[in-house]
């Protein structure tokens, strides 16, 4: 794992890591609201490298090593009311992002798995980019609508809690979250926890990333009409036990997406438990495997 910067164009850097074989199939994988590369685990990506792909992950805009804007973004009750600073970016930019990655890697099309947000920027580049995409993988995420894959008020009285200012509160706030929303089937990891949010602050301190990534997703609103457009296989995959987006969203977009199969996996929430690694691994490896999209 050799950590580098990529130009995405449009004066966005993106931080990466490739793990496999160079010449193996580029399995691409996005992070979710927040997080950064190296919340998919080190060894989760080993094993997906194992079974024959180069994985790559990455930090999105405003998350980890790669670029952050400066804007104050909106606080929620204006972003629910649909007024954002102008300077607001949507899933769409972050889209061409990724996409921008792919560019500066040398990578034409290749397989997607995206965890909740992650999920929604590779539904976003199979809709809007679709001779990129090989496979797609749309992990605990869902479609923009209102009426579906809604938190857990539970969970949206943690989302309102104030930002973390110290090392020690970034730790101790991903730990109530994560205790909150994880996967109740399966042992929490609180360890594997506290090493990845104090990882993360060392990377990236900065405030207002988390802020204007959910402006991007609120922004762009209900986006059912442009999964209709997707044409890549796809696999959607939902826990049963997520209070972060309801699995109702998991269905919908399942539903939405041309040809989609939903995988629910039991006792999974809002996390990637190691317990359920076995299925998840055998889920997005075989998904992209069963694919006959020759590669170009």
Same mark, same amino acid.
């Given at each position: 794992m050799n950590e580098q910067i990529a130009d995405a164009g449009r004066g966005i850097s993106l931080a990466y890591e490739r793990i496999?074989?160079?010449? #193996?199939?580029?399995?691409?994988?996005v992070a979710g609201l927040g997080q950064q590369l190296h919340?998919?685990?080190d060894a989760f990506c080993a094993e997906l490298a194992g079974r024959g792909f180069?994985?790559?992950?990455f930090d999105n805009r405003d #998350?980890?090593?790669s670029t952050h804007p400066r804007f104050r973004p909106a606080k929620l009750p204006a972003m629910f009311a649909g007024r954002f600073p102008p300077e607001q970016y949507d899933l769409r930019d972050m889209a061409a992002d990724t996409v921008g990655l792919l560019d500066a890697l040398g990578l034409d099309r290749v397989h997607f798995a995206g965890v909740s947000m992650g999920g929604m920027i590779s539904q976003s580049v199979a809709a809007l980019h679709p001779t990129r995409v090989r496979t797609l993988t749309?992990?605990?995420s869902t479609t923009g609508s209102r009426l579906i894959g809604r938190p857990a008020f539970s969970t949206l009285r943690l989302m309102g809690a104030k930002p973390p200012k110290s090392r020690e509160e970034a730790v101790e706030s991903a730990v109530?979250?994560?205790r909150h929303i994880s996967s109740h089937g399966f042992p929490f990891d609180e360890a594997w926890v506290r090493e990845t949010a104090g990882t993360g602050w060392d990377r990236d301190p900065t405030a207002g990333g988390v802020g204007r990534q959910l402006g991007a997703i609120l922004k762009s609103g209900n986006r059912t009409a442009w999964l209709r457009k997707i044409t890549a296989p796809t696999l959607v995959v939902h826990g049963d036990r997520d209070r972060m987006v309801h699995p109702t969203g998991g269905a919908a977009t399942a539903r939405a997406i041309p040809g989609a199969r939903l995988e629910t996996v039991r006792g999974m929430g809002h996390n990637l438990p190691?317990? #359920?690694w076995p299925a998840l691994l055998d889920l997005i490896a075989g998904h992209a495997r069963s694919s006959d999209v020759p590669t170009t």
């Open positions: 496999g074989d160079d010449g #193996a199939e580029p399995l691409v994988l919340s998919w685990p180069q994985v790559v992950r #998350a980890g090593r749309s992990i605990m109530k979250m994560f190691e317990g #359920a």
